[in-house]
């Protein structure tokens, strides 16, 4: 079991917009705002897609954004492509207890 | 371009010293502004974190893994490793290494497939 909550799959069509949760607790994702989101593609590493909650980096398309409102984060794919399918991932600071927490992954699949 | 590199063996014995080496290039391990991590991914499964280092040697650890983990660096060869000890089938993964800077894993290495089995 995961310690951040992602639905297991997102489907939308070409163009659509899909929005992607990632539901925490007050010790990881309410508590900070260092949450990521990373895209993978099957056999392939993990690509970073947002940081800090809502920065993208240099190269990352700006159809991709974050958000964050209280324990819950969230990735927005907007202008839904083809290559966008692929598994997602968040991953939040957790305290200097726990340090580092992943989400379960959600499949993206474009209709 | 910062570049990331696994290596060690794909196969362990169970209750044996899984032991990998990520190699940096492309940059210095030394960089202040980063530290070091290696996460897992078992077959079908998500990503779980293991631990992270910064070049003063400062590690920290994923308390369900802490007891059997030890993440090291060699500044001289600008590598940083993995072990892990008392090894199960539960520990059969893809295992990446990768940078992190700006709180986020920025750059992976192409990550390395270790199966437990005797």
């Known amino acids: 079991q995961s310690a951040l909550t992602q639905p297991a799959s997102v489907s939308g069509s070409p163009g659509q917009s899909i929005t992607i949760s990632c539901t925490g607790t007050?010790?990881?994702?309410?508590?900070?705002?260092?949450i990521s989101w990373y895209q993978q593609h099957p056999g392939k590493a993990p690509k970073l897609m947002i940081y800090e909650a809502f920065k993208r980096p240099s190269g990352v398309s700006n159809r991709f954004s974050g958000s964050k409102s209280g324990n819950t984060a969230s990735l927005t794919i907007s202008g839904l492509q083809a290559e966008d399918e692929a598994d997602y991932y968040c991953c939040s600071y957790a305290g200097t207890v726990t340090y580092w927490v992943f989400g379960g992954g959600t499949k993206v699949t474009v209709l | 371009q910062l570049q990331l590199q696994e290596s060690g063996p794909g196969l362990v014995k169970p209750s044996e010293t899984l032991s990998l080496t990520c190699t940096v290039s492309g940059g210095s391990i030394s960089n202040t502004n980063y530290y070091w991590g290696w996460i897992r991914q078992p077959p079908g499964k998500g990503l779980e974190w293991i631990g992270n280092i910064y070049y003063s040697g400062a590690t920290y650890y994923n308390p369900s893994l802490k007891s059997r983990v030890t993440i090291s660096v060699d500044t001289s060869k600008n590598q940083f490793s993995l072990k892990l000890s008392s090894v199960t089938a539960a520990d059969t993964a893809v295992y990446y290494c990768?940078?992190?800077?700006?709180?986020?894993?920025?750059?992976w290495g192409q990550g390395t497939m270790v199966t437990v089995s005797s």
């Open positions: 990768a940078s992190k800077t700006g709180d986020a894993f920025n750059i």
């Open positions: 007050i010790i990881d994702v309410e508590s900070y705002d260092l």
